[in-house]
Nanobody, 124 residues
């Protein structure tokens, strides 16, 4: 069983930066793939970025070059560094963990555990 808790969201002006954290419980966290998803009002949940157990990273085209995902297994934490934020990045951001850590899934249905989410609001 893994529990995930996100933090770091908030209100920021366009062009600014935020760093989200996803802290996990559970002894085998290092074996999991972890992804960030976001959901804006009236829109479907979408994949943002993810990292496998082998530290391979993937990004949605809309955030590539602006966001960076990383993990610190000793701290059982995955980070999402967000830079050059745009109003379109406004959403609730959730992290999710997949026991199949060698691969990264892009569909939310593949993930076993979810955090509650943290709100990110980017003002223009």
């Amino acid at each position: 069983q893994v529990q995930l808790v996100e933090s770091g969201g908030g209100l920021v002006q366009a062009g600014g930066s935020l760093r989200l954290s996803c802290e996990a419980s559970g002894r085998t966290f290092s074996n999991y793939a972890v992804a960030w998803f976001r959901q804006a009002p009236g829109k479907e949940r979408e994949f943002v970025a993810g990292i496998t157990s082998g530290h391979i990273t993937y990004y949605a085209s809309s955030v590539r070059g602006r966001f960076t995902v990383s993990r610190d297994n000793a701290k059982k934490t995955v980070y999402l560094q967000m830079s050059t934020l745009k109003p379109d990045d406004t959403a609730v951001y959730c992290c999710a963990a997949d026991r199949n850590g060698d691969m990264l899934a892009f569909s939310p249905r593949e993930y076993d555990y979810w955090g509650q989410g943290t709100q990110v609001t980017v003002s223009s």
